[in-house]
């Protein structure tokens, strides 16, 4: 019994490890997804889209106290950093001159602070290599945060010529 113990144990450890692994590889989306090895924004640095809504929210949570909400810039850059990543890397799989959509909705939660997320992925989609081609208004879901209507998009776009990308260091 002890053996069978000792094995169910193992494996139950081996199993967390491996979603944790997982966890931490997948695009942070959430404040208690951050995880202080993050490097996913050094994608983005030098957006000034990302960055004016960065200090924005900076300035809105310098004056909260509870430990999330000074984390939600850090998240915004972190998402789209990993949305960046993803896109270059997608490059790679993808055949020359293929096309992609994206459904993303735009974000009002982090303390009413409007993040126009189509915009921003198109804009990002444009750095990796793509070119959008349309970005249309899929519907209007209801916000769960500040009880009102935030548009979901659709972002298409096609894959450009490979030699015009670069990666960042």
């Given amino acids: 019994i002890a053996q069978l113990y000792l094995a169910a144990s193992t494996l139950q450890v081996n199993r967390t490890v491996v979603l944790q692994n997982i966890k931490k590889g997948m695009i942070r989306s959430h404040s208690k997804g951050i995880y202080k090895f993050d490097r996913d924004d050094r994608y983005v640095r030098n957006n000034s889209t990302i960055c004016r809504l960065a200090e924005k929210l900076e300035g809105v949570v310098s004056c909260k106290e509870y430990g999330f909400a000074r984390l939600y810039p850090k998240v915004m850059r972190e998402y789209f ?28 939660s982090y303390l009413g ?20 081609t349309d970005i249309k208004k899929w519907r209007t ?10 548009d979901e998009h659709i972002v298409l776009f096609r894959k450009l010529d490979d030699r015009s990308i670069q990666c960042p260091r």
């Fill in 141 to 150: 879901r209801w916000s769960s945060v500040g009880a009102r209507g935030i």
């Fill in 113 to 132: 602070v409007h993040i126009p997320t189509a915009q921003i992925l198109a804009e990002l989609a444009v750095e990796a290599g793509f070119q959008v």
């Fill in 81 to 108: 950093g990993g949305m960046k990543r993803h896109l270059l890397s997608l490059r790679f799989l993808l055949s020359p001159a293929a096309n992609c959509a994206y459904i993303v909705g735009d974000q009002a």
